[in-house]
């Protein structure tokens, strides 16, 4: 069963993949199909719970499984890019698209159930080459495939952490699984929570990873609603979540990766705040509402993390669809640009307005109760951590608000609905954005620790309530300039190390072209000019002395034939005048 749950979507996937053009026109509904099956599959494998063991390496078993975080993350997942790929199947999308999508889920699918980091590997490397495809699908504009590039370069850097992490995980516990890491002896045990923090913060976008993202909008937004939600970025914090035992265990990565995930919730906060684009303020919103998630997985709050990331998943599936009907409309995602695009499809403004009033926090949405759940375990482990986690809470509040208002306000363009094939996963999403976060705390084992207290719910909801209010009524926050710029995360990262690797290979190349071109140029030239010499002036003499040889041998030859005359007397006389040279030199000799 976890063998199909994963396969499928792979095998679909590739088989649009190879068939090309030729599927273009049943595509969409292959996806679909294929979608609606992965996500039965799913289900079933939830309820069962199977593993399967899978020795990809002698001596280092491995395989897939299910269990109870899995569960969630592998419904959520298939939920997301059957919605998705329904929503996608009206804007004419061929089979490329489709087939990129289904091998892009089906890597995450192998992501959160692979039980050893050689499974995990592999779908962690799919998924960002997947990833680098969508987001530069549109490959004849030179802007989308550049920040393909920015967006792949950056998170294969820090997937570098992943693989060391793997290689310290053999030398220390001489395995590959996952669940016993945390019985690694020092120094192995720090090794492989360092490359695991790295590899994770990288793909989740966390400080100072976040920039990528930023390059990410280039791609559809049917891709960034799949790629924000319940895949790639998630990745990153579903893996924290799972290796929760080993940052405990190496009595440090807890902190960090609680002080990541809090700081980049609200320095990502301020920059969707800042932000006058309106993919641009959803992609920072989701480094910092996955940075409550990175928190909670420093804090072993996992029942809360976990939530956290579901109810994300659905909330932010909500926003980029919606955003992608109106980007459509409007041919702009300027936030000046779309005033009153809500109006022109009451469905789709409502369905946007829930989905940022649970972003904001409000209750009694999903976000309210997850994000709460998250700031209690930070509280348990510091105030000045629930200090930030709360201001950043604060922040997501502006934000959101920020968004709504700018789709509501204004007279709108003209009005329009949006197909059936579009309204039934924004219904579906919308009411997941409502309730996700409570649809499991209650039942199926499910248990939050520490449960957020009457206070804490009671705060969060009045400053997010209160914030919402004080934007709408026109209250307006001037953001910092270095917000707009993302924190000017990019230009760091090429001036630290961008510009340092492209000056190192391009001293390379020089050094390449100079020194081992050149060698290997000077040796071919000095090669001609011997064959020039020895074709002008040596092999002439060569030939003029074999020809001298054989004019010799010619003469010697003539000169032979000479006495041959047949006749026996003149036989005799040869032979008197040889032996007596004979006689002569023997004379001579003695």
Request: aromatic share 6%; proline share 4%; with cysteine.
């Amino acid at each position: 069963m976890i063998a199909a749950v994963c396969g499928t979507p792979l095998l679909a996937g590739a088989l649009l993949l190879v068939a090309g053009r030729r599927a273009d026109r049943v595509a969409p509904a292959a996806g679909v199909a294929v979608a609606a099956a992965v996500l039965a599959l799913a289900g079933a494998a939830a309820a069962a719970r199977p593993a399967a063991r899978v020795a990809v390496l002698p001596g280092a078993p491995g395989g897939l499984a299910v269990d109870g975080l899995s569960a969630a993350m592998v419904v959520t997942v298939a939920a997301a890019v059957l919605l998705v790929l329904l929503h996608a199947a009206a804007e004419g999308f061929g089979a490329r698209f489709s087939g990129l999508m289904l091998v892009f889920a089906g890597a995450m699918l192998v992501t959160v159930t692979a039980s050893d980091l050689l499974l995990l590997l592999m779908g962690w490397e799919v998924m960002g080459a997947m990833s680098y495809a969508l987001i530069g699908y549109r490959w004849t504009d030179d802007g989308a495939v550049r920040s393909a590039a920015a967006a792949f370069v950056t998170t294969r850097a820090a997937d570098t952490g992943l693989y060391l992490a793997a290689g310290f995980a053999l030398a220390g516990t001489g395995s590959l699984s996952l669940a016993g890491l945390e019985a690694a002896r020092s120094p192995w045990i720090d090794l492989i929570a360092a490359g695991v923090v790295v590899a994770a913060l990288g793909k989740s976008a966390q400080l100072p990873f976040s920039f990528w993202l930023s390059r990410a909008m280039a791609g559809p937004s049917a891709v960034s609603a799949l790629l924000h939600s319940a895949t790639m970025v998630a990745a990153g914090g579903y893996l924290l979540l799972r290796l929760h035992p080993l940052l405990a265990a190496s009595g440090w990565a807890g902190a960090v990766v609680c002080w990541a995930g809090a700081l980049t919730a609200l320095v990502l906060g301020v920059v969707a705040l800042a932000q006058r684009d309106l993919k641009q303020l959803l992609a920072a919103s989701t480094c910092a509402q996955i940075g409550f998630v990175v928190l909670a997985a420093g804090a072993a709050a996992v029942a809360g993390g976990a939530l956290h990331l579901v109810a994300h998943a659905a909330v932010k599936s909500l926003l980029f669809l919606c955003a992608g009907v109106w980007l459509a409309r409007t041919g702009t995602q300027r936030l000046d640009g779309l005033g009153g695009a809500a109006r022109t499809s009451r469905w789709v403004g409502a369905a946007f307005a829930l989905g940022t009033l649970a972003l904001a926090g409000v209750p009694p949405l999903s976000l309210w109760f997850t994000k709460d759940a998250v700031l209690a375990a930070a509280l348990d482990r510091s105030p000045g951590l629930f200090a930030v986690g709360l201001a950043a809470s604060v922040v997501a509040a502006g934000y959101a608000a920020k968004a709504l208002v700018a789709v509501w306000a204004g007279g709108g363009g003209r009005r329009g609905d949006v197909p059936a094939v579009q309204k039934a996963p924004l219904a579906v999403l919308a009411a997941a954005a409502c309730a996700a976060g409570f649809a499991v705390p209650f039942g199926g084992g499910w248990e939050v620790r520490p449960r957020p207290s009457a206070w804490e719910l009671g705060l969060s909801g009045v400053l997010a309530a209160a914030v919402v209010a004080a934007v709408a009524k026109g209250v307006r926050v001037r953001a910092p300039a270095w917000g707009l710029h993302w924190a000017y995360l990019e230009r760091a990262a090429h001036a630290g190390v961008v510009r340092p690797v492209l000056a190192l290979a391009r001293g390379l190349a020089r050094f390449d072209d100079r020194v081992v071109d050149g060698t290997v140029a000077a040796i071919a030239r000095g090669g001609r000019r011997a064959a020039e010499f020895a074709a002008r002036d040596a092999e002439p003499r060569v030939d003029g002395v074999v020809a001298a040889v054989g004019r010799g041998a010619r003469a010697l030859g003539a000169l032979a034939r000479r006495p041959q005359t047949g006749q026996v007397h003149m036989y005799y006389a040869q032979a008197a005048v040889m032996l007596a040279v004979l006689v002569l030199i023997a004379v001579l000799a003695g």
